[in-house]
């Protein structure tokens, strides 16, 4: 089952600074058929306006994952904490049993990121933050693990859920394949053109929520930027 979620009926909010779109139930948006998918409990796509960004706030039992589609993140926490986390790249928060963070814009254009919350395993722990880059070339045509739980996965940033981010780069006209598994959930978006997931027409940030497939077939229309999560049910 693949149920595909345009862009244009996600719940969103306006701030000024931030223009949000809520792929699941987040803040002021509620709606109880999208409160999250598995252990997926947020994505957020947000744009950021130059020299704006979050001032400090507290989260604890989350596992945070930024994935930077343009322009740059900076970080900051009270752990001492410091990065700059540029598009592409991708930064990892465990809030374990609390920490208080910003994230800012800094740069002179807006920032564009995917802001994705997966619930851990189990609650409390030490809170912990990395950064690591991913370029783009070395995931062209091949699905590459960027944050991740299971067993296996050493290059990926450490997250503490069952669980993974793969982000994959694709021309017009080629493919790639995933084995989910059929006791899998997993939740795509392309953070840049269209693509087809098992035959199922996915445009640019567009989610398609996945369940009961035991592999994925991804095909660019378009070239494509994709991020996939998949997840414990």
């Known amino acids: 089952m693949i149920q595909h ?24 948006y509620h709606d109880p058929e999208r409160m999250g998918w598995g252990a997926l409990r947020v994505w957020n796509d947000d744009a950021i306006q130059a020299n704006t960004g979050f001032p400090p706030h507290s989260h604890a039992d989350m596992e945070i994952i930024t994935y930077v589609r343009d322009g740059a993140i900076s970080h900051q926490d009270n752990l001492g904490n410091r990065g700059r986390t540029e ?6 928060m465990s809030a374990g049993s609390g920490i208080q963070h910003a994230e ?3 740069e002179a254009d807006t920032t564009r990121i995917f802001q994705i ?5 189990q609650r409390g722990g030490t809170p912990t933050w990395g950064s690591k ?3 783009k ?3 062209s045509g091949r699905f590459v693990i960027l944050a991740s739980g299971m067993a296996g996965d050493d290059d990926a ?4 859920a069952d669980a993974r981010v793969l982000g994959l780069t694709l021309a017009a006209g080629e493919s790639a394949e995933y084995a989910l598994g059929a006791d899998r959930y997993g939740y795509l978006v392309p953070a840049k053109g269209a693509v087809e997931v098992n035959g199922v027409r996915i445009d640019a940030r567009d989610g398609a929520a996945i369940r009961d497939e035991a592999g994925l077939r991804v095909t660019a229309l378009e070239d494509a930027e ?7 049910p």
């Open 5 to 28: 979620r345009p862009y244009a009926r996600l719940g969103g909010a306006h701030h000024g600074w931030l223009d949000a779109k809520h792929h699941f139930s987040f803040a002021n």
């Open 87 to 92: 598009a592409g790249d991708v930064q990892v």
């Open 104 to 106: 800012y814009n800094l």
């Open 117 to 121: 919350w997966i619930l851990p395993d």
């Open 133 to 135: 880059p991913f370029p």
């Open 137 to 139: 070339g070395e995931r």
């Open 157 to 160: 940033l450490p997250i503490r």
């Open 226 to 232: 994709i991020v996939l999560v998949d997840t414990a």
